[in-house]
């Protein structure tokens, strides 16, 4: 006390407290008198002061007063017993401060089972006052199936004093749960007279949050489980760690087997090396993969698919993870590789053959087409197949139909018995064969064409050779009657009309023997070196006579002459001669027909231009059609004449258009190419 006061003890006799104690002399003051007056002690009286000794620091003590009494009981004066607890109050302090975080809750408790005490936190969190649940046993606050987990951390901190932090729920007043992490320790006493604070954070949250986490994991595998694809997951490096439910159960691997880098072990081994250098490249700069390739499934057969890969990146973009998937696409790629071998060629017992070829072994062990004949009879015209014959066999039998007839069927064999195939095989198997069954019938269409094209020529021969001996016959004879002097007129009419008949129908014969060699492809065409614009002046003076007579002028236009170019000059006179006389037939009386030829560095504009009615627009597209004619001379003529004049043209390398206003007249223009040594 001599120290804490500054004095000695010997100095401190015979002083008064105000100057022993000094400031603080006023808090002690009232108590001494009490005690002297009284009688009556007064303990455990906390006192905080700055002592002499230690000015600028605040002290707490314990103090216990006490009278001093003569064997009489006389009151003579007062005893004082002083503890510094200044220690103590700091920890306290701490405490308080710690008891006072808003977001710890605190209970002190025994092991008894009875609550001693709560902080305002643990209220907020459990619900209950701090007097409500003085009155509760801890255990009533813990749900049954955290009974266990609890039992065996009292059981922690009766035996060793302390436990391990853990996890349970607790029940507030309303019924509501929460979770909470718990964390006990012994504070005094041995056994089940132990008492013990616990420390607990509200981890709802949390646990919400890996619930959610949870649940988003398991809709993830459900749907990663179930879609048509394979997916899998690397790490950044792109190693896989994860693949989904279909790669097992294509593959028949585990995922010991084929993590890592071990899925190599499925893949083609003519595709493995380079799939393996682009995706290493892929996972080292970090962009978005994708391939195509074979993969082997658990039944040994390989199927196509296409494969994409894409980085998963953090906050600052770098790779964390790879996500990738496969599709198969064999059905796919196989019927496009199909439709191309069925297209490539109109013999179709060779594409048959061919498609079946591609569809064995990727999807079968063997490929029959059969077709009907004349006789509704089947004939095997494909066999194709690999493996034994001799095991049990599933079989999936395609009709081929096309146009609404039945042509045949196609019989894909599997080497297993009782198979169950999916929608999509059958689908795929049915588009094979609606496809082949139009190729098929394509090619006996073209079949019939061709005969029947022979079968016109043919005729045609005939029509030439038999029709045009006897009319050359009819025309020598009505030319030598013309040529006498008939007195009668009407006998010289008669001549006349034979003659013009003749004339007409050698006409006519000659555009259908045209017509005949264009669509066979076999126009003839005798090229010699003519000179343009002689050409249009002999066509141009053929017509004028027949243009006088309805009143129609033809005027010519043609540029300086250039070299000579290889026509058939015959031919071209027949391809203005059509013009020409189409554009007269359609001009009125006073209407002018331009005939021109103009010369650019590759080729000879022709063109036929009149201020005739024009052709509607609803017949443009049809104006070269065979055997079409305009409504009003539907009747004048073959409708053969334009269609011969652009095979005419075409076949000596031009082209031949029109172009025209309904009402302002028309104009055909045609080309005919300069060859680079004219």
Known sequence: LAALNGPSAAEHAGRTIHEVLGSHADVVEPILRRVMETGVPVTNREI????????????????????????????????????????????????????????????????????????????????????????????????????????RAAQDVGDSGETAPYEKQWIRPDGSRWWGLFAPTRISGTGSQSECVEFIVDITARKQTEEALRESELQFRTLADNISQFAWMTDETGSISWFNRRWFEYTGTTLDEVKGWGWQKVHHPEHARRVVEKIRHHFETGEIW???????????????????????????????????????????????????????????????????????????????VQLLDGDAEMNRIVEVHSGPSDVPLSHVVVPLTARGRTLGAMDIVFPESNIRYGKGVLEFFQEVGRRAAIAIDNARLYEDAQRAIHMREEILAVVSHDLKNPLGAIQMAGAMLLRRQVADPRSRKQNEVINRSGSRMEHLIGDLLD??????????????????????????????????????????????????????????????????????????????????????????????????????????????????????????????????????????????????????GATFYFTLPIPVAS
Request: some cysteine.
């Open 515 to 664: 017509i005949a060699s264009i669509q066979a492809g076999r126009l003839a065409i005798e090229q010699k070196l003519e000179e343009p614009d002689e050409v249009v002046v002999e066509a141009a003076e053929i017509y004028e006579a027949a243009a006088r007579e309805k009143g129609v002028v033809i005027v010519r236009e043609c540029e300086p002459q250039g070299p000579p170019i290889p026509i058939d000059r015959d031919r071209i006179l027949q391809v203005l001669g059509n013009l020409l006389g189409n554009a007269i037939k359609f001009c009125r009386s006073g209407d002018i027909i331009s005939v021109r030829c103009k010369r650019s560095a590759d080729h000879i504009l022709f063109s036929v231009a009149d201020t005739g009615p024009g052709i509607p627009d609803c017949d443009l597209s049809h104006v070269f059609e065979p055997y079409w004619s305009a409504k009003a001379h539907a009747k004048k003529g073959t409708g053969l004449g334009l269609y011969i004049s652009k095979g005419v043209v075409e076949a000596h390398g031009g082209r031949l258009w029109v172009e025209s206003k309904h009402g302002e």
């Open 290 to 368: 994708e391939d195509t390739f074979p993969l082997r499934g658990k039944d040994g057969r390989y199927r196509w698919f296409l494969s994409r890969a894409l980085p998963i990146r953090d906050e600052a973009g770098h790779v964390v993870r790879w996500f990738g998937t496969n599709t198969d696409v064999t059905e796919t790629r196989l019927l496009a590789e199909v439709t191309t071998v069925l297209s490539s060629s109109l013999d179709y017992r060779e594409t048959l053959k061919r498609m079946a070829e591609l569809l064995v072994p990727t999807m079968a062990d063997e490929c029959v």
């Open 48 to 151: 905080t002061a700055a002592p002499p000794a230690t000015p600028d620091r605040l002290r707490s003590f314990l103090a216990n007063y006490f009278p001093v009494r003569t064997p009489s009981g006389e009151t003579i004066g007062i005893g004082a017993a002083i503890v510094e607890i200044t220690d103590r109050k700091e920890v306290e302090a701490r405490l308080e401060k710690a008891l006072s975080i808003p977001t710890v809750g605190v209970l002190f408790f025994d092991l008894m089972g009875r609550i001693l005490d709560a902080n305002p936190a643990l209220e907020r969190l459990s619900g209950y006052s701090r007097d409500e649940l003085r009155e509760l046993p801890w255990q009533t606050l813990t749900p049954p199936e955290f009974e266990a987990v609890t039992a």
